[in-house]
């Protein structure tokens, strides 16, 4: 295990959804912007202790991605894996261009619309198709969500901790 003290600040990349095979493959449920991307890093880091795991191959196959981790050799071993989180360092991640941010930075922030409204902050981001959607949690039991465009991303303000969005509260 990488101590996070040492290890920087964690990102999830995906998580164990399943066992592929009876070689002891997992089946991968990957956040990455394309799937099959989780698979250019390696270690892997898994579970709430972050024990490093050595990605040995890994393909699409069919709509997901299987991996075979090298401490892995059969299906039981495989099985107490499942619904693990695989996680990275940040450091290891490629650097981004200008405005633009992997959505573990913007998670946590607090959103304002442009009259100066807390709206929340951000929980989470959902990948649509059409465009990405950011998740708030209003902090009364509810959530809102809105896309998350070159607008919103033209008010990010990571100094401050939080965005600003072109959003009317009672929308």
């Known amino acids: ?4 003290s040492e ?3 964690w990102v999830v990349l995906g998580r164990v959804s399943g066992i592929y095979g009876v070689r002891g493959m997992v089946k991968v449920f990957s956040f990455t912007e394309s799937r099959d991307s989780i698979l250019d890093y390696s270690p892997w880091y898994l579970g709430p202790d972050r024990r490093p795991w050595v990605l040995e191959d890994g393909r699409m196959q069919g709509e997901g991605v299987v991996a075979k981790l090298a401490q892995v050799e059969d299906r039981e071993q495989a099985r107490a ?3 693990q989180e695989i996680a990275v360092i940040r450091a290891d991640l490629p650097e981004l261009g200008a405005g633009e941010f992997y959505w573990s930075t913007l998670t946590g922030l607090r959103v304002l619309n442009r009259e100066g409204i807390v709206l929340g902050t951000v929980s989470a981001f959902l990948e649509t198709g059409a465009n990405d959607v950011m998740v708030i949690d209003d902090g009364k039991g509810g959530e ?3 896309p998350w465009s070159a607008e919103a991303s033209a008010g990010v303000d990571l100094p401050a901790g939080q965005i600003v969005v072109d959003w009317q509260a009672d929308w």
């Open 1 to 4: 295990m990488l101590p996070a």
């Open 7 to 9: 290890a920087g600040e």
């Open 81 to 83: 894996l499942i619904g």
């Open 144 to 146: 809102l969500l809105i």
